[in-house]
T-cell receptor, first 113, second 110 residues
Framework: ETGVTQSPTHLIKTRGQQVTLRCSSQSGHNTVSWYQQALGQGPQFIFQYYREEENGRGNFPPRFSGLQFPNYSSELNVNALELDDSALYLC????????????FGQGTRLTVV | AQRVTQPEKLLSVFKGAPVELKCNYSYSGSPELFWYVQYSRQRLQLLLRHISRESIKGFTADLNKGETSFHLKKPFAQEEDSAMYYCALSGPSYGQNFVFGPGTRLSVLP
């Protein structure tokens, strides 16, 4: 059984650019959630995908978009990057359902300059 | 609105002393409450959830709906407990969308 893996681990982008972050969910998990964690704060929910459909969204603008593939891996895309988008982006996978455990990846550290 | 507050950014205790990490929440309905922990250079991981009523690594947490609190307690802190602790809530809808608190860094001194 493999854990949740995210790529890349770090990247630096320029304001206005676009970025794609990737997440491979834990084997057998059909639900992926994305979180943004700014420095000194707790993770904030961006959105969740269940079986390739968006299944909930937090308070983030439309320039944050996502995708889930048939193998349940997922991408987070952010367009028109702003300096405030600099954060750690976390992916979590689960089997879905309110009582199942979510497993987190190690995160991608995005710096926007 | 759903919200989780953790009033202490940093909590320092000596080894063997009792520990209480405070968590309060606001939620209209019946939330699920969790504690997540992040040890140094490790990923965020589940410590315990209220519905399981379990004790993990000596930690317990009781949901107090009247005070809307879910404080994390351990009678005797160990140095290996030093970590970042996040309280989180989730609604009973399908899937887990967590609302996390800002976290408390626990430092257990020798």
């Amino acid at each position: 059984e493999t854990g949740v893996t995210q790529s890349p681990t770090h990247l630096i982008k320029t304001r206005g650019q676009q970025v794609t972050l990737r997440c491979s969910s834990q084997s057998g998990h059909n639900t992926v959630s994305w979180y943004q964690q700014a420095l000194g704060q707790g993770p904030q929910f961006i959105f969740q995908y269940y079986r390739e459909e968006e299944n909930g969204r937090g308070n983030f603008p439309p320039r944050f978009s996502g995708l889930q593939f048939p193998n349940y891996s997922s991408e987070l895309n952010v367009n028109a990057l702003e300096l405030d988008d600099s954060a750690l982006y976390l992916c979590a996978s689960s089997l879905g359902g309110a009582l199942t455990e979510a497993f987190f990846g190690q995160g991608t550290r995005l710096t926007v300059v | 609105a759903q919200r989780v507050t953790q009033p202490e950014k940093l909590l320092s205790v000596f080894k063997g002393a009792p520990v209480e990490l405070k968590c309060n929440y606001s939620y209209s309905g019946s939330p699920e409450l969790f504690w997540y922990v992040q040890y140094s250079r490790q990923r965020l991981q589940l410590l315990l959830r209220h519905i399981s009523r379990e004790s993990i690594k000596g930690f317990t947490a009781d949901l107090n709906k009247g005070e809307t609190s879910f404080h994390l307690k351990k009678p005797f802190a160990q140095e290996e407990d030093s970590a970042m602790y996040y309280c989180a809530l989730s609604g009973p809808s399908y899937g887990q969308n967590f609302v996390f608190g800002p976290g408390t860094r626990l430092s257990v001194l020798p």
